[in-house]
T-cell receptor, first 114, second 115 residues
């Protein structure tokens, strides 16, 4: 399967701590994206990193990409209770001119305790 | 995202019934998608459409059909619902800015239960 796999499946931390989630994939990508899902709601796009980028920042989010290891990490700094959600990585394996493929992993459930 | 709406939000139906889930968007995006989410399995793509005349099967299209009535509307049908189609269904749109740059915008989801 080309599906991204997040690790860990669940993570529980205290407010103010940093949270790190990882994503691994199997075949080459065009980009890798991270999404957040609050319980039972639609996914919200957080950040996209292209295959030729190594690191990207957005507010308290830091994403790294290591294409040689086929892995990415999402770091949330100074976490807040409102960050409690499931986080998904999604990988774009599409080939120009062929069918579009954006494949989601199974997610990491992050719980931030007040 | 209020720009992508799904109806109904919840539906309980019986095995063998035909059911339609509707998705509307005001974002002006050409690309639309239907996913289902099952506990522990992440999101799986059912169908996607790059424009009104371009509809494609995803990884789990069996038992489903779609209709793209207009740029803004994309409907998913279950012709004869079965219990293992019980899931959370999401519609999404994307703003294509060039190959390899799509980000997706999701609706609030429809929780479907097939008894």
């Amino acid at each position: 399967s080309q599906q991204g796999e997040e690790d860990p499946q669940a993570l529980s931390i205290q407010e103010g701590e940093n949270a790190t989630m990882n994503c691994s994939y199997k075949t080459s990508i065009n980009n890798l994206q991270w999404y957040r899902q609050n319980s039972g709601r639609g996914l919200v796009h957080l950040i996209l990193i292209r295959s030729n980028e190594r690191e990207k920042h957005s507010g308290r989010l830091r994403v790294t990409l290591d294409t040689s290891k086929k892995s990415s990490s999402l770091l949330i700094t100074a976490s807040r209770a409102a960050d409690t959600a499931s986080y998904f990585c999604a990988t774009d394996h599409s080939v120009r001119g062929s069918n579009y493929k954006l494949t989601f992993g199974k997610g990491t459930l992050l719980t931030v305790n007040p | 995202d209020a720009d992508v709406t799904q109806t109904p939000r919840n539906r309980i139906t019986k095995t063998g019934k035909r059911i339609m889930l509707e998705c509307s968007q005001t974002k002006g995006h050409d690309r639309m998608y239907w996913y289902r989410q099952d506990p522990g399995l992440g999101l799986r793509l059912i169908y996607y459409s790059f424009d009104v005349k371009d509809i494609n099967k995803g990884e789990i299209s069996d038992g489903y059909s779609v209709s793209r009535q207009a740029q803004a509307k994309f409907s998913l049908s279950l012709e004869s619902a079965i219990p293992n189609q019980t899931a959370l269904y999401f519609c999404a749109t994307s703003d294509f800015r060039g190959w390899g740059t799509d980000t997706q915008y999701f609706g609030p989801g429809t929780r479907l239960t097939v008894l």
